[in-house]
């Protein structure tokens, strides 16, 4: 995509449409991912309106509720913000919803989830220990979120589910779109910060306020503003490789930020600029960890295997594994194992 994507100067008129950025980040990096999504979004391929997904979950449930027609325990395991659970409640066909738990370490995505879904019982724990009795649930379901735990998950999974139960996981795929695509994300937002140029216009603007509040001269703001340009291009280039959704998506969205802030700099004071540079890039390193979190995640042919071994040994019936392909390139993204919890 290089050189596809016109980025706007700097220096441009009021064309570069600005809204405030939500910065508000929490210590923990998941927490943090959370609170910003509506901002930084997910990854483009696999999100809860993918084609793919859709169907697979589709067909799951039409089957699951009617078999189950009253008193499904549900359990949504690594929920994030509740894609599963969204599933879940729009398929039912009864008269009362499924009794839908979802587990996530991250407070900040059960809140996401609540908002949504009043009904449901949030429980903040890891995947890899969940805190409900043995043979709990009739259903454990996971889209995207249990291999975040590691194989441990897999015992765990099986033991709260009932026999009979049924269990069935969309896993990251290495090597597939939305590992990619992750890869590309993180990779983005680690050159935004390797850029300089969050440092470089923290310094340009307190420049402009000691000019400002006369403490200042107009040749140190001249220096601060010469040192800002190559910055900015660097910003511009990084945009020029990835565009200004997906992977820039967040890149851009500073870089709008910094434009609306550069038409303006006499505006704020050093703590609104000190506290604007250290929210976004905790922003940045929240979710390029997040990136980061999905490729190490993922799931090549050989631990699959490990996943599917673990899974017969825990009492779990495997059907064959599927690949799910997503995205414009229809490209192969995640895996899918689904099974039936024998009876002892």
């Known amino acids: 995509m290089t050189g596809s994507v016109a980025v706007p100067r700097l220096v441009a008129p009021s064309k570069v449409a600005y809204k ?3 910065t508000g980040v929490a210590c923990d990096p998941w927490d943090s991912y959370w609170t910003n999504s509506k901002r930084v979004g997910e990854a483009g391929v696999g999100g809860p309106k993918d084609e793919a997904l859709q169907a697979f979950w589709g067909a799951f449930f039409i089957a699951f509720l009617a078999a189950e027609a009253t008193g499904q325990r549900i359990l949504d395991l ?6 599963v659970t969204a599933f879940a409640l729009n398929a039912r066909t009864g008269s ?3 009794e839908v738990h979802c587990l996530d370490i991250s407070p900040a995505a059960l809140a996401l989830v609540r908002a949504q879904y009043p009904s449901i019982t949030p429980i903040c724990a890891s995947a890899a220990s969940i805190p409900v009795p043995e043979g709990h649930f009739h259903a454990v ?4 979120g249990m291999e975040y735990a590691g194989i441990g998950a897999v015992a765990e999974a099986a033991r709260v589910l009932r026999p009979g139960g049924q269990f069935a996981a969309v896993l990251h795929q290495r090597g597939g779109a939305i590992h990619d695509e992750c890869r590309a994300t993180a990779d983005a937002l680690q050159s935004t910060l390797d850029s300089g140029v969050l440092g470089a216009f923290s310094a340009f603007l307190h420049s402009a306020c000691a000019l400002r509040d006369q403490s200042g001269s107009e040749d140190s703001f001249n220096v601060a503003d010469r040192a800002l340009a190559p910055r900015i291009q660097a ?3 990084i945009l020029k490789d990835t565009g200004t959704d997906g992977a820039g998506k967040l890149p851009f969205a500073i870089y709008r930020d910094i434009a609306h802030m550069y038409r303006r700099p006499y505006s704020y004071s050093a703590p609104d600029i000190e506290q ?4 976004v890039e905790e922003e940045l390193i929240a979710f390029r960890d997040r990136m980061e979190a999905m490729v190490s995640a993922a799931l090549d042919e050989s631990a699959l295997a490990q996943w599917r071994g673990a899974l017969d040994e825990a009492g779990v019936a495997l059907e064959p594994s599927e690949s799910l392909a997503m995205g414009a390139d229809q490209r192969s993204a ?3 194992l689904r099974g039936v919890r024998r009876s002892k």
């Open 20 to 22: 405030p950025a939500n």
């Open 96 to 98: 009362t919803d499924p």
């Open 141 to 144: 379901l996971s889209q995207f």
């Open 235 to 237: 910003l511009e280039a």
């Open 334 to 336: 995640a895996w899918v």
């Open 78 to 83: 690594g929920s994030g913000d509740g894609a």
């Open 276 to 279: 604007w540079v250290r929210r």
